[in-house]
Structures are given as C-alpha cells and as structure tokens.
C-alpha cells in the first residue's frame, strides 16, 4: 500500500469549510484513497473513499487530482464536533485489507 | 446497535501478568483486526483474521496471541504483559478484508505497571 503524508495539524474556523490536504504520490492505479476520522479517545470512523472521480456523502467532499497523488478532504461547514484526527489511507481494494498502518494523521481543530 | 463491543473498557495489570481482551461483532462480518494505538500515533496493526478459522500477523505481533473462537469473537491475549504494551487497544471488523469500510470498537484502555 502507498505511503500517504499529511500536515500534523490544522485549525478552521466554526461554520467555514475545512480542507484537509493529503499526499500520496506513489499511488498505484488499483490503490483507492480513504478517509478516516478519530474523535478523542473513540474508535476510528470512516468517512469517504474514492479511485479517481470526485466522491461526495452526507459528511464530507473528496477531491481527487488528475495524476492522483494528491487529494483534499472538505468538510463542507465544520462543527466544534468536527474536532478529530483525520486520517488519509491508500490501498487497494482487495490487497489484505486494513493491514495498513493508520499514520499520525492530521489533528483537526475547529474553533468558534 | 451494538457492532463492535470490546471488553474490559479499562484495565491496570502489573507485569508479567496474563490477559485476554474480548471482542464480539453482530454484525455477520468475516474479518476481524487487532490495533493498539500508543499515545500521539496512529494505529498499528497486532492481528488479524481473514475469516473464521484463520489468524494471520500485522506490524506488531510479538508478545500476543489471538483467537478466532468463532465468527462473531476474536479475542487478544498477553501472556507476560510489559509496560511496552501500555497502550489503547482497538478491534475492527469488516464484512472481507478487501471490504470498503472497516467498523472500531470504543478501544480498551490498558496499562502495565
């Protein structure tokens, strides 16, 4: 599974749009993109996935670049419950399952 | 709904005791995964099970053992606890491991002292 790196942290503003940036740029063409969020001292929760078009659900917006080794999280209008370790994943659909390291991640801090 | 429920929340052990963390899914799934996750990190893989009946290792095995005691149970066991395993624990399940979303337990906050 690629390797993924993304910022340690981030602060956004209650009510604006948090975009959490991750980097993956030795993705492999069957290797989807996952999202994955932790609220203090809870289980982790997923949140989105995608190969190459744009997702969206009731949570959250991923964009996706053209060459792939990049994508953007957007939590449309953060809450103060948004407050939670992101997680961006890379691995294939059916290479082992969640074998995957989840990394450090990106602390998310939505302030009022 | 319950889905993934782990048991003890909490536990203190002195070293070189033994113990064994339950997890239990109603959820019909196949796989099951151990992580333990250190304090400020990510979570790090320990076991896991494929399908009912087979236990492979992840990143971080020595010192564990696991079972598959059925398709709703797996559960992880220290044998000789040390203060390294000092850690939050976290079991997962999902319906394969090639599965879309995996779903967590609330963790089991251990420590050995």
């Known amino acids: 599974d690629a390797k993924t790196t993304q910022p340690p942290s981030m602060d956004c503003a209650e009510g604006r749009a948090a975009n959490l940036p991750c980097n993956h740029s030795?993705?492999?063409?069957?290797?989807?993109v996952y999202w994955y969020r932790q609220i203090h001292s809870q289980g982790p929760q997923y949140i989105i996935h995608?190969?190459?078009n744009n997702e969206t659900n009731e949570m959250a917006s991923l964009i996706i670049t053209e060459d792939r080794k990049s994508s953007t999280l957007i939590l449309p209008h953060a809450t103060l419950r948004d407050t939670a370790v992101y997680y961006c994943i890379v691995r294939g659909l059916n290479t082992g399952g969640f074998k995957t390291i989840f990394g450090a991640g990106t602390r998310l801090f939505v302030k009022a | 709904n319950a889905g993934v429920t782990q048991t003890p929340k909490f536990q203190v052990l002195k070293t070189g005791q033994s113990m064994t963390l339950q997890c239990a899914q109603d959820?019909?799934?196949?796989?099951m995964y151990w992580y333990r996750q250190d304090p400020g990190m990510g979570l790090r893989l320990i076991y896991y099970s494929a399908s009912e009946g087979t236990t492979d290792k992840g990143e971080v095995p020595n010192g564990y053992n696991v079972s598959r005691l059925n398709k709703r149970e797996f559960s992880l066991r220290l044998e000789s606890a040390a203060p390294s395993q000092t850690s939050v624990y976290f079991c997962?399940?999902?319906?394969?491991?090639?599965?879309?979303?995996?779903?967590f337990g609330q963790g089991t906050r251990l420590t050995v002292v």
């Open positions: 997962a399940s999902s319906t394969e491991t090639g599965a879309t979303e995996a779903f």
């Open positions: 995608g190969l190459k």
């Open positions: 959820m019909n799934h196949n796989s």
């Open positions: 030795t993705i492999s063409g069957n290797e989807y």
